[in-house]
């Protein structure tokens, strides 16, 4: 039996963390191997409590759980293109809501926090929740801060460039700013500078 809501939390946490903790892909961190969704649930949590330290729990929990079990869905299994990747970032967003929930009611957690959480996770009411918007800045300066330079590697300048502009179509001025405070590489940062200034 959980003791309490903090106990309760904590115990959320962890088995977010080990169904991540399954990923067969790894990312070298500090010079471990770590599951790669394992890695980014933690950024996730990491740039929330900077980014908004009061957060409700509801939405800590979403920011843990955001791509709960990702690699499970892979983006080859839908067409190529544009329809393809909303099909797949729906299916995802589904299925996050879905795994994330059954953890949180297993725990106990009242229905009203996971039926919150799973629309959180499913990015319900975009720009008009204040939550939403915000989980949607963490993980924007989460890809920015830790994954734009390898994306910036793999794909042609002019697409990357879309990429960035989609992103910071998507944040809020607020999270905007604290976008240009982040301590990017300096080809990233040109990269954005370029995106943000066309």
């Known amino acids: 039996m959980v003791d309490g809501p903090g106990e309760r939390f904590e115990q959320a946490v962890t088995r977010f963390d080990r169904a991540n903790a399954e990923d067969p892909n790894h990312e070298r961190v500090d010079g471990v191997d770590t599951p790669k969704e394992l890695v980014y649930a933690r950024r996730m949590s990491e740039r929330l409590a900077r980014f908004e330290p009061d957060a409700s729990e509801p939405l800590r929990l979403a920011v843990r759980s955001q791509h709960v079990r990702r690699w499970t869905i892979p983006r080859a299994e839908f067409p190529d293109g544009r329809e393809g990747y909303r ?45 939403a918007q915000t989980l949607e800045d963490v993980a924007c300066l989460v890809f920015l801060e830790h994954q734009a330079a390898t994306f910036a590697s793999q794909h042609e300048e002019a697409k990357l460039l879309d990429i ?29 500078e370029r995106a943000v200034g066309s």
């Open 87 to 131: 099909e797949w970032r729906t299916r995802l967003a589904a299925f996050h809501a879905k795994t994330a929930g059954a953890i949180l009611r297993d725990l106990g957690y009242e229905s009203d926090v996971v039926a919150r959480v799973e629309s959180l996770l499913r990015k319900e009411r975009l720009k008009a929740d204040a939550d």
């Open 164 to 192: 960035l502009r989609k992103t910071w179509r998507k944040m809020s001025e607020r999270g905007r700013a604290a976008a240009l405070d982040l301590k990017l590489a300096p080809a990233v940062r040109a990269l954005v």
